[in-house]
């Protein structure tokens, strides 16, 4: 805590000498360390406290500045030690600077009456029109927003969760704003009722107005040129910049806005990406991304999401005006020029090709190409389970995890093959097989909704959603095995028993966590009955249920084998593992080399093409392994691949030497 002394009169008239004004001069309280030096032509009023200014900013091409207050209007202002504040073109009021702050070349910063900084703002997202708010405070998580906006069929939860945020908004409100400490903010505009955090950087921003910039040492925020920003929170580690214009959006941790990005009523969480185009009303979950500058997200719902360029969706019918809303759910994308009408529903790393207006809801049938041809929507079941593509994606997300902040707010599951896919593909093997009952096995095509799936089709989804279903049981089961301390074969079945209460029936993807409906049930039952009573209660549930996630998935994974094989764990045999076992090898090296021959492709004779120019087919090979570095053979990717394979495969030969000695 800083002691503060008055002003001594030989130094007030230093301060006038340096031609600093004010109407009461016995309102400003100085630390015990300040000299009146480094302070000139500026204009105090209201309360004012002052620091120590010793430090010397090295600035870009070599410039020195010290620290100091010249050029400048404060009212109602307290300046940390070894601040630089210069050329304030109007003036900074109400505002609690904190140390080794520079601010240069702005126009005015202030705080103008109560104001809560952005938090308790009402974000209309999915339904344009309304009915999904979702208030976004400092500490929103995706998860938090998912049951805000979707779970409106709980109208008492919803009340209890607005109230936890109305008090949190309560608690941050205040009529001095705040900017922290080794702030950066020059050359810029209006700033009006930010919360600046520590080591933020703002750098020509045009407006920034009523908002919250959480920056912090581990995890800095860096705001850019041109940018403009009304009723916002941007979360730390996340840079917005380069003419980006954004009105009652929330900005997650490590998310990228910028290239004169355009967004409203949006929510953006852990890792998206926006570039050139626009967003309205939209709910991007982890890792949403979209580069092109024709590429419009309107009211939809994504996460994993990859946006082609020309991306474009239509949230009304010229009925009853924008209502309407679509989800794409987790890993779907888009090609360059796809159209989807709302409402829709795509199911999970699925790839959408082409115009599609028939309202589709493919969720039953994940990891599918939807590709229309000639106004018709055309589905292939699983087809995207054997593309390269899905996998590598599925391999650069936690990679591309930008979050350095240690408190980390959205909790976020990788796995592409987890309860939440598989149980979708259990139920897309009974769709598919109830269309061979109901129009023969012998159809050409078949009508699913308001598309059609070829036979050629449908029997692969059939065979990708088989091979998919073992791989993911052969993996928990083998997880077990290996994990496991036995002798016996009943020391083994004891070791199968599940450990977790919940993890049976459905389960649901909140927004990057993958979980049982059950126990996110029991969560939304404590927030409604008032067993959890703050907003850092339920954040704490949250991260608890998505750390319990294995144990949730064996309990899930321990019936379902039960059903799908009609194997009961509890007294199975060893003969009986090793036959699942030799099931999981076959099929995850099944995969694999589907995988394999489809990123052969990208090194086939028609992939060179506009290689090699002016060159013969040699020197076409010769540029293509220059710029691409290698055959394919020696790609890094592919050499994972059958690196994959090998190790899978000598996993599945161990677990069957431990089976054969039971």
Same mark, same amino acid.
């Given at each position: 805590m800083m002691n503060y002394r008055k002003l001594t009169s030989e130094e007030i008239e230093i301060l006038k000498s340096q031609m600093c004004t004010s109407d009461e001069w016995e309102s400003i309280e100085v630390s015990e360390d300040f000299v009146?030096?480094?302070?000139?032509?500026?204009?105090?009023?209201?309360?004012?406290?002052?620091?120590?200014?010793?430090?010397?900013?090295?600035?870009?091409?070599g410039m020195c500045k010290h620290s100091g207050l010249y050029y400048t209007t404060l009212h109602n202002v307290t300046v940390g030690d070894d601040c630089c504040i210069e050329n304030v073109k109007n003036y900074i009021a109400n505002y609690e600077?904190?140390?080794?702050?520079?601010?240069?070349?702005?126009?005015?910063?202030?705080?103008?009456?109560?104001?809560?900084?952005?938090?308790?703002?009402?974000?209309?997202?999915?339904?344009?029109?309304? %009915?999904?708010?979702?208030?976004?405070?400092?500490?929103?998580?995706?998860?938090?927003?998912?049951?805000?906006?979707?779970?409106?069929?709980?109208?008492?939860?919803?009340?209890?969760?607005?109230?936890?945020?109305?008090?949190?908004?309560?608690?941050?409100?205040?009529?001095?704003?705040?900017?922290?400490?080794?702030?950066?903010?020059?050359?810029?505009?209006?700033?009006?009722?930010?919360?600046?955090?520590?080591?933020?950087?703002?750098?020509?921003?045009?407006?920034?107005?009523?908002?919250?910039?959480?920056?912090?040492?581990?995890?800095?925020?860096?705001?850019?040129?041109?940018?403009?920003?009304?009723?916002?929170?941007?979360?730390?580690?996340?840079?917005?910049?380069?003419?980006?214009?954004?009105?009652?959006?929330?900005?997650?941790?490590?998310?990228?806005?910028?290239?004169?990005?355009?967004?409203?009523?949006?929510?953006?969480?852990?890792?998206?990406?926006?570039?050139?185009?626009?967003?309205? #009303?939209?709910?991007?979950?982890?890792?949403?991304?979209?580069?092109?500058?024709?590429?419009?997200?309107?009211?939809?719902?994504?996460?994993?999401?990859?946006?082609?360029?020309?991306?474009?969706?239509?949230?009304?019918?010229?009925? @009853? %005006?924008?209502?309407?809303?679509?989800?794409?759910?987790?890993?779907?994308?888009?090609?360059?020029?796809?159209?989807?009408?709302?409402?829709?529903?795509?199911?999970?790393?699925?790839?959408?090709?082409?115009?599609?207006?028939?309202?589709?809801?493919?969720?039953?049938?994940?990891?599918?190409?939807?590709?229309?041809?000639?106004?018709?929507?055309?589905?292939?079941? %699983?087809?995207?389970?054997?593309?390269?593509?899905?996998?590598?994606?599925?391999?650069?997300?936690?990679?591309?995890?930008?979050?350095?902040?240690?408190?980390?707010?959205?909790?976020?599951?990788?796995? @592409?093959?987890?309860?939440?896919?598989?149980?979708?593909?259990?139920?897309?093997?009974?769709?598919?097989?109830?269309?061979?009952?109901?129009?023969?096995?012998?159809?050409?095509?078949?009508?699913?909704?308001?598309?059609?799936?070829?036979?050629?089709?449908?029997?692969?989804?059939?065979?990708?959603?088989?091979?998919?279903?073992?791989?993911?049981?052969?993996?928990? @089961?083998?997880?077990?095995?290996?994990?496991?301390?036995?002798?016996?074969?009943?020391?083994?079945?004891?070791?199968?028993?599940?450990?977790?209460?919940?993890?049976?029936?459905?389960?649901?993807?909140?927004?990057?966590?993958?979980?049982?409906?059950?126990?996110?049930?029991?969560?939304?039952?404590?927030?409604?009955?008032?067993?959890?009573?703050?907003?850092?209660?339920?954040?704490?549930?949250?991260?608890?249920?998505?750390?319990?996630?294995?144990?949730?998935?064996?309990?899930?994974?321990?019936?379902?084998?039960?059903?799908?094989?009609?194997?009961? @764990?509890?007294?199975?045999? #060893?003969?009986?593992?090793?036959?699942?076992?030799?099931?999981?090898?076959?099929?995850?090296?099944?995969?694999?080399?589907?995988?394999?021959?489809?990123?052969?492709?990208?090194?086939?004779?028609?992939?060179?093409?506009?290689?090699?120019?002016?060159?013969?087919?040699?020197?076409?090979?010769?540029?293509?392994?220059?710029?691409?570095?290698?055959?394919?053979?020696?790609?890094?990717?592919?050499?994972?691949?059958?690196?994959?394979?090998?190790?899978?495969?000598?996993? %599945?030969?161990?677990?069957?030497?431990?089976?054969?000695?039971?």
């Amino acid at each position: 805590m800083m002691n503060y002394r008055k002003l001594t009169s030989e130094e007030i008239e230093i301060l006038k000498s340096q031609m600093c004004t004010s109407d009461e001069w016995e309102s400003i309280e100085v630390s015990e360390d300040f000299v009146p030096k480094y302070v000139r032509h500026t204009r105090f009023s209201g309360k004012i406290r002052l620091g120590a200014f010793r430090k010397v900013f090295s600035m870009p091409g070599g410039m020195c500045k010290h620290s100091g207050l010249y050029y400048t209007t404060l009212h109602n202002v307290t300046v940390g030690d070894d601040c630089c504040i210069e050329n304030v073109k109007n003036y900074i009021a109400n505002y609690e600077i904190g140390h080794d702050t520079f601010i240069e070349n702005v126009d005015i910063i202030l705080t103008d009456g109560v104001s809560s900084f952005g938090n308790g703002v009402e974000v209309a997202v999915l339904n344009e029109t309304g %009915g999904r708010e979702v208030m976004i405070f400092d500490r929103l998580t995706a998860q938090t927003a998912y049951v805000m906006a979707l779970y409106r069929h709980r109208p008492e939860m919803v009340a209890k969760l607005r109230e936890m945020i109305n008090r949190y908004v309560e608690s941050v409100s205040s009529s001095v704003g705040y900017i922290g400490s080794n702030v950066t903010i020059v050359d810029s505009g209006y700033i009006k009722n930010v919360k600046i955090g520590d080591c933020c950087k703002i750098e020509g921003a045009s407006r920034l107005k009523n908002g919250s910039i959480n920056s912090n040492e581990a995890a800095p925020v860096h705001v850019g040129v041109g940018v403009i920003g009304d009723d916002f929170i941007i979360c730390s580690g996340s840079s917005v910049k380069d003419g980006v214009t954004f009105s009652r959006c929330f900005v997650g941790q490590a998310c990228k806005l910028g290239h004169n990005y355009s967004a409203t009523d949006s929510l953006f969480f852990s890792n998206c990406q926006g570039e050139n185009g626009e967003a309205c #009303a939209i709910f991007a979950g982890p890792y949403t991304v979209t580069h092109h500058k024709s590429t419009l997200l309107i009211a939809g719902m994504f996460s994993f999401m990859n946006a082609g360029s020309g991306s474009n969706q239509s949230n009304h019918m010229y009925k @009853l %005006g924008p209502i309407h809303q679509g989800i794409m759910e987790r890993g779907a994308k888009t090609s360059s020029d796809s159209y989807l009408l709302w409402p829709a529903k795509v199911g999970a790393f699925s790839l959408v090709m082409g115009r599609h207006v028939s309202h589709q809801d493919t969720s039953n049938l994940p990891f599918s190409y939807l590709i229309e041809q000639q106004n018709v929507s055309y589905i292939m079941p %699983g087809a995207n389970l054997k593309s390269v593509g899905t996998i590598r994606d599925a391999k650069k997300w936690p990679g591309r995890d930008g979050r350095k902040d240690p408190d980390k707010l959205d909790q976020i599951n990788y796995n @592409l093959l987890s309860p939440y896919t598989i149980q979708k593909m259990l139920n897309g093997v009974e769709v598919l097989k109830q269309l061979q009952t109901v129009s023969g096995m012998n159809s050409d095509t078949y009508t699913y909704q308001s598309g059609k799936i070829k036979s050629s089709s449908l029997k692969n989804g059939l065979k990708y959603y088989g091979m998919a279903i073992d791989k993911f049981l052969g993996n928990s @089961l083998l997880t077990r095995i290996m994990n496991s301390e036995f002798k016996t074969i009943d020391d083994l079945r004891k070791a199968f028993e599940p450990k977790s209460v919940y993890g049976e029936g459905d389960w649901v993807d909140i927004s990057g966590m993958i979980a049982p409906k059950e126990a996110v049930t029991a969560l939304l039952d404590d927030i409604q009955s008032g067993v959890l009573t703050d907003i850092a209660m339920v954040n704490e549930r949250f991260a608890e249920m998505h750390g319990k996630y294995y144990f949730y998935e064996w309990r899930w994974a321990h019936k379902v084998i039960q059903d799908y094989y009609g194997v009961n @764990l509890s007294t199975v045999t #060893a003969e009986k593992l090793r036959e699942l076992v030799n099931r999981w090898k076959s099929s995850v090296v099944g995969l694999d080399n589907l995988i394999y021959e489809d990123a052969r492709k990208e090194f086939s004779l028609s992939a060179m093409t506009s290689f090699g120019a002016d060159g013969d087919e040699a020197q076409r090979k010769e540029d293509f392994m220059q710029v691409r570095g290698s055959f394919f053979e020696a790609d890094p990717f592919v050499k994972s691949v059958k690196d994959h394979i090998r190790i899978k495969s000598d996993l %599945g030969d161990r677990a069957l030497e431990i089976l054969h000695r039971l």
